[in-house]
């Protein structure tokens, strides 16, 4: 049956933060409601907007890669009394309707400086390059750091992207219990679950470290091979809902989560397989999201790995040589994984963790309206009272 209706209009900045790629909404250009705001998100990517699963979504009708990497979304708002951003972040996936609303992106968290910048509001916020953002997925405040902004910027290059673009320290400030209420949720340093010893840990993203060897890994294996090794993701799943229930890792509503919202999840908890280093660094990684193998390592992910490497008796530091474990400085722990070696900082006290932080860069991509073809009646109702679309 066709439909005849005027395609309405969203704008959006279509940006790259780090390794991720997705878009920076205004909250203001959008309705407050939250299916709403979903629909839209679901229109953007070019995911299903219903329940319906559908396998091998190449997502020609939106912006999204197939990936899960390239299918992230942040809203974002201005606390004008306090100058900072307000900021969401959305994770949808190819394949499904779901979205996501549990965790932050430290990736994406780098390209929401370049936006402000963009906006009349970048001197009131960033007039000496920093930019404070408060997360409302993790009640943490993160820091944005450029060194220049305008009229140049300072360029730096990152492993996984090709190329100089503008430089971004992203650093999280007392990034402990993101969605637990310990740094160590289940009481521990390390659990057992089937004979295999674990850190489940929770800085700015909760996470459960494993030993490749323990898994009977190398810990150098490329992505397809743990994809698709179908024994290998069967016991990652067990392990995921085990010790994820006993991580008491809440919902978007507050509510702890149980096994089926665990293995339904697209989030969390995220999976480090890690192993002794190659190249120089200081521990190597393959980073689960949790389903798929992330292509190099998440800011949040990669934060809290290196977090682990300076807390005593993790699996991780078992790996980063005890020498280097000072209990009140400072540590740069480099991190070797599929596209090279990213630094990650960490400042804390022995037991405490104050700053977890990294550079990375970004790029807006395009700004502009994506148009919305065939909207729920609601949606169209709502848009039609909105100027942008009159």
């Known amino acids: ?143 944005c750091t450029m060194k220049n902004i305008l009229p140049r910027y300072q360029l730096c290059c990152i492993p996984g992207i090709m190329g100089y673009f503008p430089e971004v320290n992203v650093s999280f400030k007392d990034p402990e219990c993101s969605k637990t209420k310990s740094l160590f949720p289940t009481g521990n340093v390390t659990d057992e679950i089937y004979g295999i010893t674990v850190t489940c840990i929770d800085l700015a993203v909760p996470m459960i470290i494993i030993s490749a060897e323990s898994l009977g890994l190398t810990g150098y294996e490329k992505i397809n091979e743990i994809e698709s090794n179908k024994s290998l993701q069967e016991l990652i799943l067990e392990i995921r809902m085990n010790m994820g229930v006993k991580m008491g890792i809440t919902k978007e509503n507050g509510e702890v989560m149980n096994e089926l919202d665990l293995k339904k999840s697209i989030t969390q908890p995220k999976i480090a397989i890690i192993s002794r280093p190659r190249y120089g660094g200081d521990i190597n990684i393959r980073y689960l999201t949790p389903k798929s193998v992330h292509s190099s390592i998440a800011v949040s992910g990669g934060c809290c790995l290196a977090a682990a490497c300076c807390l005593s008796g993790t699996v991780a530091s078992k790996i980063y040589h005890p020498h280097k474990i000072n209990d009140n400085s400072g540590a740069i722990i480099r991190i070797e994984h599929l596209s090279g070696i990213s630094d990650f900082s960490i400042i804390h006290n022995g037991e405490h963790i104050e700053y977890a932080s990294v550079k990375r860069n970004a790029q807006i991509l395009m700004k502009g309206d994506f148009f919305i073809y065939n909207p729920s009646n609601e949606l169209a109702d709502f848009m039609s009272h909105y100027s942008i679309n009159s």
């Open 1 to 143: 049956m066709n439909k005849l209706t005027s395609p309405i209009r969203i704008p959006l900045y279509y940006v790259r933060g780090g390794t991720s790629t997705g878009v920076v909404l205004l909250q203001k250009n959008l309705p407050e409601k939250k299916e709403l705001k979903e629909e839209i998100l679901r229109h953007i990517f070019g995911v299903p907007l219903t329940e319906k699963n559908v396998d091998n979504n190449k997502q020609l009708h939106g912006l999204g890669r197939e990936t899960t990497t390239s299918n992230k979304a942040f809203i974002i708002d201005i606390d004008y009394e306090s100058k900072k951003v307000i900021s969401n972040f959305a994770q949808l996936e190819s394949n499904s309707n779901s979205v996501s609303w549990s965790v932050n992106c430290g990736n994406m968290t780098s390209s929401i400086p370049l936006v402000i910048i963009d906006l009349l509001e970048h001197e009131l916020l960033m007039p000496d390059g920093k930019l404070e953002i408060y997360n409302v997925n993790t009640n943490k405040n993160i820091l």
